[in-house]
């Protein structure tokens, strides 16, 4: 699905964008092209804040997985956005918590991941 035709139609199609870019940018960046990763999940988050900007219940699921696979990218450029980084984490670790309070089968691969990572940053140096 492109850009240009998810944006073009419907609300509805704002969350599979999202969940596209953000699974795009993940794959990028298990292929070595961060950069691009980056990108690709850096849009994601913007268009799943626009998202929960309107209907946070809505579409927080859809923030938090943006943010996660944001956090993964930049976590692996960490030398170069480490404050980002944390940042990042941080905030994803908090959505997570609070969907796994209603929704905890939904979450628990990604919350585990995050909490671990979040419970261990070492920042450059």
Do not use: K
């Amino acid at each position: 699905m492109s850009e240009g035709v998810a944006t073009a139609g419907a609300a509805a199609d704002g969350p599979v964008l999202v969940w596209a870019l953000a699974h795009h940018g993940l794959r990028l960046s298990e292929a070595g092209r961060h950069t691009e990763a980056l990108d690709a999940t850096a849009r994601a988050v913007s268009l799943s804040r626009g998202l929960a900007a309107r209907h946070r219940a809505a579409h927080e699921d859809h923030l938090a997985f943006a943010l996660y696979a944001y956090a993964t990218t930049t976590r692996l450029l960490a030398d170069i956005r480490w404050e980002e980084t944390i940042d990042v984490i941080t905030e994803v670790a908090l959505l997570w918590r609070a969907i796994a309070e209603s929704e905890p089968g939904l979450v628990g691969p990604y919350l585990d991941a995050v909490t671990d990572t979040h419970a261990r940053p070492t920042g450059p140096g």
